[in-house]
């Protein structure tokens, strides 16, 4: 069981493993109140390259904040980001959200209603201007459609024209198409009725994995939590109270809420 340090690096580079590991992430005593509520109060994560991290924890415990912190759509009062060794925010370091090499789906995916599938995923990639320009975004996007198991055909209709976990599946392919080096996905798939959950899930697990991509995801679902994660991050009022691999943290949960959370699994 790791617990949090009390000793913050304030030197990006010294943090985690190797300094520039592409896809490492480093969270380091992150810090948020909102007014007088603490939110967040030190929040202490390394997650390995590649790798997949699942927060579970009751309503209000800080997980959307924690995530959103990361992304850069917050700022956090205290503490620091380092993705692949790049200092995101502490101390004088600030990178804005869109200048982060993360992606990030929400719960209900948030496409743009006004725009068709092909141009949403289209959005976040570099402008295409002239006709060749044009052809290789239609190209790419056919391409990311295929990632996440879609039919190019969709790339016409409004998001409107199909269902929930195809919609679910533009948003992560609109968030693919940054070539992000970390994805949180905030729970990407709840919506989702039972059976279209578990196929999207391992759609999304599959082309994460493959693509080498850290993920990030917080999740209600605790066979979420125990088959797609390579960690569970175990979130208690404002503090991680539990970083453990699934087995650990099923066969010896750090208290009685989470083994009542993970026993309903079985
Ligand atoms: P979780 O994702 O675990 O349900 P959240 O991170 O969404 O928790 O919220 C934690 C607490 O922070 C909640 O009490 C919530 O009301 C509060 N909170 C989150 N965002 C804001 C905000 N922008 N302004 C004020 N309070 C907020």
New binding site residues.
């Given amino acids: 069981r790791r617990s949090a340090s009390t000793d913050p690096a304030s030197d990006p580079a010294s943090v985690g493993g190797g300094p520039g590991e592409r896809g490492r992430l480093e969270v380091r005593e992150l810090a948020k109140s ?2 007088a ?1 603490q ?2 109060r030190g929040v202490t994560l390394s997650v390995e390259p590649g790798s997949t991290t699942a927060i579970v ?12 912190l990361i992304a850069g759509f ?1 700022r956090a009062d205290a503490g620091m980001v380092v993705l692949s060794g790049r200092g995101l925010a502490g101390g004088d370091e600030w990178v804005p959200a869109h200048h982060r090499d993360v992606g990030y789906v929400a719960q209900d995916g948030a496409l743009f209603p006004h725009l068709t599938v092909g141009q949403n995923i289209a959005f976040g990639m570099d402008r295409a201007t002239g006709a060749r320009a044009r052809r290789a975004t239609r190209t790419r996007v056919a391409e990311l459609l295929e990632m996440v198991s879609l039919d190019a055909a969709l790339a016409e209709r409004r998001p409107h024209e199909i269902s929930g976990g195809q919609q679910q599946r533009v948003a992560l392919a609109r968030a693919l198409a940054r070539e992000p080096e970390l994805m949180l996905l ?1 729970e990407s798939f709840s919506a989702l009725d039972a059976g279209l959950r578990v196929a999207t899930r391992r759609t999304v697990g599959a082309v994460l994995r493959d693509a080498g991509i850290t993920t990030v995801l ?1 999740t209600h679902d605790q066979a979420e939590a125990l088959s797609f994660a390579d960690q569970v991050a175990v ?1 208690r009022d ?1 503090l991680l109270a539990q970083v453990d691999s699934p087995l650990e943290v099923y066969t010896r949960p750090v208290d009685r809420a989470t083994a009542e959370f993970l026993g309903d699994a079985v």
Avoid: A, H, I
Wanted: net charge neutral.
């Fill in positions: 909102f007014g509520q939110v967040l924890g009751p309503s209000g415990s800080g997980k959307t904040t924690l995530l959103r917050e905030d917080v979130m404002g």
